[in-house]
């Protein structure tokens, strides 16, 4: 093997970092769930989905975005996936190998993001998978034990993905997320694309060893506010006839590099007609009922603010462009350079393009043979640059000269822009470079209501401006012609998942700098000088404890935890636990506002362990609620609802048989319990021990079903089918209950249809 092939293999193995290398390629994806933003993840460079804007968009059974998590729901007899905010994300690279330029020779890598109505394929095509794997670095075990390998300047949870692109740049993300109230509503990326040469995804076979030129790294996100909102009022969450209604507006907040969406009305394309902003609940009734309690994430819809901030990108590789020296100069982009004053102000002091090379949104519209011509190429900066004195560009962010020369945001098409994307370089690699960059993917309550950025509606029907003030969810809500609130926040407040006094994507996205520098950002923010990599000093509280919930016999629940949480030590720890603070919802998401218990510290049982039992008279046997207990340390601080459990309420099992009861007996059809929030038609065998058998005979003595009841519980259900998938017919049957030891006891019941 020749040292050129040697060194190569070297730079797969020890920059990628590659534990497992698959002789099979395979597209998997991992889920962010420990914060409150949850997140699906890829191999293959996609982040929530493949790109869609279709109608087949309408239903998703992994989380886009999902913010508040745990939002699916059934209102009205119609079932909604839930406030998920994302068509779908990725990133994209190109370039030239040394000695073919020009746009027919420029070779290309979509890794998520590239689509319209349906997703393209990337998988196989662009991008060649190595690796997924996640690292759960809990404070507690499962078993509710302290984790001997908790590191305290890591993330609660780590997804690693690494994969190959046709270009010959492997990719490696790393992605972390947190349960802190302050820090649960972001994911943070850390990318390396590295120059390996591996174009397919096999590690033994190096495709590309020459030196790539007019190398650029594209990070696209498709944000729409949110799934549930829009299909509460269209009932379909599709681009061309659902969110392409003129509904949303991208912002940008130069002051922490931040593009994010909001719906800012419904219905109209009338910017002056707001009174349906943020999606408020269509139905009068429900909206006041969802306002006042919080069910289904209060009374707006879709008050979701999702974006991403640029944390940092790579400005080591970055191409000299001369203008007026060929030799020195490495980029075709030195043939769109301008000047102002005779000066070439896209260039800074090195004769590097100000990055980045273009802040773009548009269209839900990212198909290949578009953003192959538009997107990613040196011949053209898409959405114009910031320049001194300029009539396209009335200002620049914060009136800040630094800005002159980089890539401006195109609020013309602020409009309607589900999709946003930020392009970085040209860029000049040898094989062996790595390039680095970081993003967090941010959502909040709105954004910082009033702030003065660029995007967004103008307030004047059929126009739009470069600079407007973000509205604020303190609006008026006008259903119908009714006047349901003249204040909405001041009426009805926050919902409780927006669960600290971070609350808008602003505050979230100070938040995510703050994460990844270690410390308080100072504004304005500028990625390219932060660090490559984050620091992660984040402030951290004690963690929830590990919950067990089980059923006594006199039907009510009970729940338990060990004192470990409380022994957790941190060197950043805010404050030493005072108490326990026990909540039960009717929904996953919430609302989380009724308080079973409040446990002081010490307040345990004989056993040294804390124990609550919940006799709520209204929570029925058959029922379903979630619980959820957080700590609180002495200085207020609480806990993430790491520890929702649901938990659906029975009987105890009994000690010895006895008496076994068919309920209901006679029974007729559609009579049978609510349970897990439907109807089901179910025959429930009361008196039960922990572990016995029941087979159920016809009349005629044909044994119909046998159920192995193996659980703690006084009864077990039956769903009158019989155990070769056909339903019973009216009539009367037999049962007999046996245990281990021999116990057994015969009854009979009526079905009636």
């Not at 984040?538 to 059923?551: C, E, G, Q, R």
């Not at 404050?575 to 010490?602: C, E, F, H, Q, R």
């Not at 039992?613 to 957080?630: A, H, L, N």
Request: aromatic share 12%; hydrophobic share 35%; with cysteine.
């Amino acid at each position: 093997m020749t040292y050129k092939k040697s060194l190569i293999r070297l730079v797969l193995v020890t920059i990628l970092v590659l534990p497992v290398l698959n002789s099979a390629q395979i597209r998997e994806y991992r889920i962010h769930d420990r914060g409150m933003l949850h997140e699906t993840l890829f191999n293959t460079g996609e982040i929530g989905r493949g790109w869609m804007t279709g109608q087949a968009g309408n239903v998703t059974n992994v989380p886009l975005m999902e913010w508040p998590s745990r939002s699916k729901t059934i209102v009205q007899g119609i079932e909604y996936s839930g406030q998920h905010n994302l068509l779908g994300a990725g990133v994209y690279i190109a370039a030239n190998e040394d000695g073919l330029p020009g746009k027919d020779n420029r070779i290309y890598a979509f890794c998520g993001g590239v689509g319209a109505s349906a997703p393209e394929v990337v998988f196989g095509r662009w991008s060649f998978p190595y690796y997924i794997n996640e690292t759960e670095n809990f404070p507690l075990l499962d078993d509710g034990s302290l984790n001997p390998d908790y590191d305290p300047n890591e993330a609660e949870e780590i997804i690693e993905a690494a994969w190959a692109s046709s270009v010959g740049i492997s990719v490696k993300r790393t992605s972390r997320a947190w349960s802190y109230p302050d820090y649960d509503d972001m994911i943070i990326y850390e990318y390396e694309f590295v120059y390996n040469g591996d174009t397919d995804g096999n590690p033994e076979t190096i495709e590309r060893t020459t030196k790539l030129k007019d190398v650029m790294i594209v990070l696209i996100y498709g944000f729409a506010p949110s799934m549930y909102g829009y299909q509460r009022h269209y009932q379909e969450w599709k681009y061309d006839a659902g969110i392409y209604r003129g509904d949303q507006h991208n912002f940008w907040d130069a002051d922490y590099w931040l593009g994010f969406n909001l719906t800012t009305h419904t219905g109209s394309s009338d910017f002056s007609s707001q009174f349906l902003a943020a999606k408020p609940e269509p139905n009068p009734n429900l909206f006041k009922q969802y306002a006042e309690t919080g069910l289904n994430g209060g009374g707006l819809a879709s008050p979701q603010a999702p974006g991403y901030a640029m944390l940092y990108y790579d400005t080591n590789h970055l191409a000299v462009v001369s203008p007026t020296n060929a030799d020195s100069n490495e980029s075709e982009a030195v043939s769109i350079l301008r000047t102002v004053g005779g000066q070439f102000y896209e260039l800074d002091e090195n004769g590097h393009f100000k990055q980045p090379w273009s802040n773009k949104v548009s269209t839900g519209n990212t198909r290949s043979s578009k953003m192959m011509d538009q997107s990613i190429n040196p011949d053209s900066r898409w959405s114009g640059v910031y320049s001194d004195g300029s009539t396209t560009w009335s200002k620049v962010p914060r009136d800040n000269p630094r800005w002159y020369g980089r890539a401006a945001f195109n609020y013309r098409q602020s409009i309607d822009a589900g999709q946003k994307h930020m392009t970085y370089g040209p860029y000049t690699i040898e094989l062996g470079d790595t390039l680095r960059f970081a993003v967090a993917e941010v959502v909040g309550y709105g954004a910082q209501a009033n702030k003065l950025v660029e995007g967004g509606p103008s307030g004047v029907a059929g126009q739009l401006v470069q600079w407007n003030r973000t509205p604020n969810w303190n609006k008026k809500v006008v259903i119908n012609g009714e006047t349901l609130t003249e204040n909405y926040l001041d009426d009805y407040g926050y919902p409780d998942y927006v669960n600290s006094d971070v609350k808008t994507v602003t505050q979230v996205a100070h938040n995510a700098h703050k994460a990844y520098l270690g410390q308080e950002p100072v504004l304005p923010i500028w990625p390219e000088d932060n660090p490559p990599k984050g620091d992660y000093r984040i402030p951290v509280p004690v963690p929830a404890p590990k919950i067990s919930l089980s059923n006594t016999a006199d039907g009510n629940v009970m729940l338990n935890w060990n004192r470990n949480a409380e022994n957790f030590s941190h060197p950043r720890l805010m404050g030493a636990l005072d108490k326990y603070i026990v909540l039960k919802s009717i929904a996953g998401m919430g609302p989380w506002n009724d308080t079973v218990a409040v446990l002081m510290k010490n307040d345990v049982d004989e056993n040294n362990e804390y124990t609550i039992i919940d006799d709520d008279p209204d929570y029925k046997i058959g029922e379903t609620r979630y619980y959820s207990v957080i700590s609180v340390d002495v200085n207020g601080n609480t806990s993430g609802k790491t520890n929702i459990t649901k938990f659906d309420k029975n009987v105890g099992s009994v000690d010895k048989l006895g008496t076994v009861q068919a309920v209901p007996n006679p029974f007729i059809s559609k009579s049978g319990f609510q349970g897990s929030g439907e109807v089901n038609d179910q025959i429930g065998f009361y008196g039960l021990p922990e572990k016995c058998t029941i087979r159920i005979f016809s009349y005629s003595g044909q044994l119909i079903e046998e159920i192995e009841h193996d659980a703690p519980l006084y009864t077990t259900a039956w769903f009158q089918v019989t155990r070769n998938g056909q339903d019973v017919a009216s009539g009367i049957y037999f049962f007999v209950v046996t245990t281990p030891n021999g116990e057994n006891y015969k009854g009979k019941f009526v079905i009636i249809k």
